[in-house]
């Protein structure tokens, strides 16, 4: 499974970085087929294992990112998203999370697994894949990113290509969270979005609603806030709480986002 896991690592990052539709920190997908986003998947194989025997058929896929950390399959998760994308290099987008990054690493597990199965090599060639992932990816009328809007906000497409990772923009790019009934400050970058935010946001990518992932919400297993605002989960930290994904058969969405949400 994790044979020539280095090189397929290292060609990910090409794909990455050289994909034409990229600028900056945004890259944008087509919406032709069919469009799956995936959640947190955080070291659960057996998690993306499920969700993909859900699926037949090419589609776009885009992951929110947070691949590791918690639970105790990050090299494998790693392993097959990687796989799927340079299987389909045109189809898969892996966006950027919080836990792409080595600090949340060593307090979230991934460094341990790293020592314990003995892929301490493959440090170096990890954090420049962690580099090379973009923090936004447009799909026609959706805008998909980890957490939320940038804070400060910006007013045009250009200001969001330049956001970088580490800039305070960045930060709350991959740690923000939607100003809902759920809202709960936490560490890091974290901050809550407001509806008008949101709507702002929206304005400037040009797209008519975002989807999120970051949040688990173990009771439906995704949310809806400001009508159409969507957060996904597709990890369950290995107890019976519900998963989700996004498949979109057809676009532009005409139908409450809800209804195109499946559980797990
Ligand atoms: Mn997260």
Redesign the pocket.
């Known amino acids: 499974m994790t044979d020539g896991i280095e090189e397929r690592i290292k060609r990910s990052i090409s794909l990455n970085i050289n994909d034409p539709e990229r600028r900056g920190s945004l890259v944008r997908v087509g919406g032709e087929h069919g469009l799956v986003v995936v959640g947190?998947l955080h070291g659960e194989p057996d998690s993306l294992r499920t969700l993909r025997s859900k699926i037949t058929g090419n589609c776009i896929w885009i992951f929110l990112?947070?691949y590791v950390d918690r639970g105790s399959g990050s090299i494998e998760i790693l392993s097959m998203v990687v796989d799927m994308q340079l299987y389909m290099p045109e189809s898969v987008i892996l966006l950027r999370?919080?836990?792409e990054d080595w600090n949340m690493n060593l307090r979230y597990g991934f460094a341990d697994e790293i020592s314990r199965k003995g892929y301490k090599d493959l440090i170096p060639v990890i954090l420049d894949w962690y580099e090379s992932l973009p923090l936004f990816a447009v799909s026609e009328d959706l805008v998909a990113v980890?957490?939320g809007p940038p804070f400060p906000p910006v007013g045009t497409v250009k200001e969001l290509e330049d956001i970088t990772y580490l800039s305070k923009k960045g930060q709350s790019v991959?740690?923000s969270d939607p100003l809902d009934r759920f809202y709960q400050p936490r560490g890091g970058g974290t901050r809550a979005f407001s509806r008008e935010e949101y709507q702002r946001f929206l304005e400037v990518t040009g797209c008519s609603y975002m989807v999120r992932?970051?949040?688990y919400n173990p009771e439906a297993g995704y949310k809806v806030s400001f009508d159409n605002c969507l957060t996904l989960f597709s990890a369950r930290y290995g107890r019976e709480w519900k998963r989700s994904f996004l498949y979109l058969d057809r676009r532009p969405l005409t139908e409450n986002i809800e209804d195109k949400v499946i559980t797990f």
């Open positions: 947190d990112g947070d999370g919080n836990h980890h957490g991959v740690w992932g970051h949040q």
